[in-house]
């Protein structure tokens, strides 16, 4: 499991601050939980994370790697708000099986399971590769990375972006992507037939299609040209199929 840093945002104007920046709704309802990524202004990428609604507070989920990054970013935009960011010591705990009590069914995709947050962390054991593999879930650092594009990765099937919102930093560019063009490029579920580690280049012919990333079981993620991927391609020395 990515090593998570769980910050809490506080202030009268948490609510307002992070509804203006994130791609998803935060208004209503103010509490559960919500899935989002932070934009550049040109539309890519910069942080996914789930945000939590409490009575005074809303914390923020967000991959360690990345946890300093988003905090120094929305203080910038945090200007005259009455907006406060600090680290936790709390933990996420995730699992497929019964959720206990408190804990919080996983936004993007019910069959994710749930998150609990609290003293301990951990999860239940789960085969989390193969699971976002089937469900096609792009994971932080893996599949969504500076390059990325949220529509390409998937986030309005995984409930991480709201076309009814309003303005959000990279908004303009995401509903152009959703409204005026069709996307070129994106998510697919493969079969790979061979070994091939994340990262290998997928080949169609002497083309380059795309790269492979998350691989278990004989099954992949790969991000693919699709105008390149029909038919069989290669990674290596592995042979790869759309699933």
């Known amino acids: 499991m990515t090593d998570r840093t769980i910050l809490a945002v506080t202030g009268s104007d948490r609510v307002k601050f992070l509804h203006g920046l994130t791609t998803n709704d935060l208004r209503t309802p103010t509490d ?20 939590i609604g409490q009575a005074d507070r809303i914390l923020i989920d967000v991959a360690t790697p990345l946890a300093a990054g988003l905090v120094q970013r929305l203080t910038m935009y945090r200007l005259r708000a009455d907006v406060q960011i600090t680290a ?5 705990k995730r699992g497929t099986g019964d959720a206990p009590e408190g804990a919080l069914t996983d936004p993007r995709d019910a069959a994710l399971g749930w998150r609990l ?8 054991g789960t085969d989390w590769a193969a699971l976002r593999i089937e469900r096609l879930v792009p994971e932080t650092g893996v599949e969504l990375g500076p390059d990325s594009y949220i529509l390409e990765q998937g986030f309005d099937r995984l409930n991480g972006v709201d076309f009814k919102k309003g303005c959000y930093v990279g908004q303009e560019v995401t509903a152009r992507m959703k409204h005026k063009t069709e996307l070129k490029k994106g998510l697919v579920r493969v079969l790979v037939d061979g070994v091939a580690e994340a990262g290998t280049p997928i080949m169609a012919g002497d083309k380059e299609a795309g790269v492979l990333h998350t691989v278990s079981g004989g099954k992949g993620i790969a991000y693919l040209r699709f105008d390149r991927a029909d038919g069989e391609m290669t990674a290596g020395e592995a042979k790869v199929t759309r699933a």
């Open 117 to 124: 947050y609290g003293a301990e962390g951990g999860d239940d």
């Open 88 to 92: 936790t010591d709390l933990q996420v």
């Open 32 to 51: 559960g939980i919500a899935y989002a990524a932070l934009l550049t202004p040109q539309g890519k990428y910069l942080a996914d994370f789930f945000m």
